[in-house]
């Protein structure tokens, strides 16, 4: 039988959790001279930062909005048709259309590339597979708290998500399939470089 892959896209929404005070002794400096996330690894910085998370309906797993990019169709075009689909579920037209000029905001630069390639999904077999584009959408406080959401299409639920060393850790299999390494490659584009 022929092989193919099946192409898929990501959107890692994220934003600053509310209410996060940053704890790091570097804080007392002129916020000039330190930024935020500077002496954190990529591992603490989880505290920081809530993903828009679904639950998926086929295996009741924590997973990033997304799905499969349909023929001809742009990869920019599906993180957005998807995120809508399974996390901005809002029937009510004023609501929708309210949801509609926020995620524009949200998804007008196309993210951040995170990760391009194969997937370790359980759906996968020996003749098909995924392969996924990964983009980060880091949503300013401002539009994120007002940001509905509405599980539909194949997720059941569709909420702000703690991202914690909890659910990083090594063993934990809470998140879908590679979703996990995703967040992680995502939050280590967070920590600067060291000069």
């Known amino acids: 039988p022929p092989s193919?892959?099946?192409?898929?896209?990501?959107?890692?929404?994220?934003?600053r959790k509310p209410g996060w005070v940053d704890s790091d002794p570097a804080k007392d400096?002129?916020?000039?001279?330190?930024?935020v996330a500077a002496s954190r690894s990529s591992a603490s910085l989880g505290g920081?930062?809530?993903?828009v998370a679904i639950v998926r309906g086929d295996s009741g797993k924590w997973a990033i909005p997304g799905g499969m990019v349909d023929d001809g169709e742009l990869i920019s075009d599906t993180l957005r048709r998807e995120f809508t689909e399974e996390a901005g579920s809002i029937e009510d037209p004023v609501l929708k259309e309210e949801l509609e000029e926020k995620l524009d905001e949200v998804f007008k630069d196309?993210?951040?590339l995170i990760f391009q390639g194969y997937v370790d999904d359980p759906r996968n077999t020996?003749?098909?597979w995924m392969e996924t584009t990964a983009c980060l959408f880091v949503?300013?406080?401002?539009?994120?708290?007002?940001?509905?959401l509405k599980g539909g299409s194949d997720a059941r639920l569709a909420q702000w998500f703690d991202i914690d060393d909890d659910l990083l850790a090594d063993g934990n299999e809470m998140l879908y399939a590679d979703h996990k390494e995703f967040l992680k490659i995502a939050l280590r584009t967070l920590v600067p470089s060291p000069p």
């Open 4 to 15: 193919s892959s099946r192409q898929a896209a990501d959107p890692i929404v994220l934003r």
């Open 29 to 35: 400096a002129p916020a000039a001279e330190v930024p």
């Open 48 to 51: 920081m930062y809530q993903m």
């Open 110 to 112: 196309g993210g951040r």
């Open 126 to 128: 020996d003749n098909a």
């Open 139 to 148: 949503v300013p406080d401002a539009i994120a708290s007002e940001l509905q």
